[in-house]
């Protein structure tokens, strides 16, 4: 029904930029928000960034505050997260997560979806 799919993680240097896109496929009506999680080797997972899609509202955990920014192409159903200034203390599993509308058997539900079963690598080296 409705899909998140990853894009962009990589190694990078410390103090080096990665783009990380998700674009979501799939029987959707609308997308009310979308946000970026992450998850370090024994350590729980966290928000990252969130965006509300209508208005344009950010979110940012203390971490990603001034190094990361947050995107959205609504048309694409995309979202974008530019992390600049990259530490080790990044490395991680990044995952994307929506809040959204979507058709089921011709019904309009609401749900979310979060690519929990994918991720992408960032691993940031020192």
């Known amino acids: 029904q409705v899909q998140l799919v990853e894009s962009g993680g990589g190694l990078v240097q410390a103090g080096g930029s990665l783009r990380l896109s998700c674009a979501a496929s799939?029987?959707?009506?609308?997308?009310?928000?979308m946000s970026w999680y992450r998850q370090a080797p024994g350590k729980q997972r966290e928000l990252v960034a969130g965006?509300?899609?209508?208005?344009?509202?950010?979110h940012y955990s203390d971490s990603a505050k001034g190094r990361f920014t947050i995107s959205r192409d609504n048309a694409k159903k995309t979202v974008y997260l530019q992390m600049n200034s990259l530490k080790p203390e990044d490395t991680a599993v990044y995952y994307c997560?929506?809040?959204?509308?979507?058709?089921?058997?011709?019904?309009?539900?609401?749900?979310?979806?979060?690519?929990w079963g994918q991720g992408t690598q960032v691993t940031v080296s020192s």
């Open positions: 965006m509300i899609s209508s208005s344009g509202r950010t």
């Open positions: 799939g029987s959707i009506f609308s997308i009310a928000a």
């Open positions: 997560a929506a809040d959204l509308y979507y058709y089921c058997s011709g019904y309009l539900l609401s749900g979310n979806f979060g690519s």
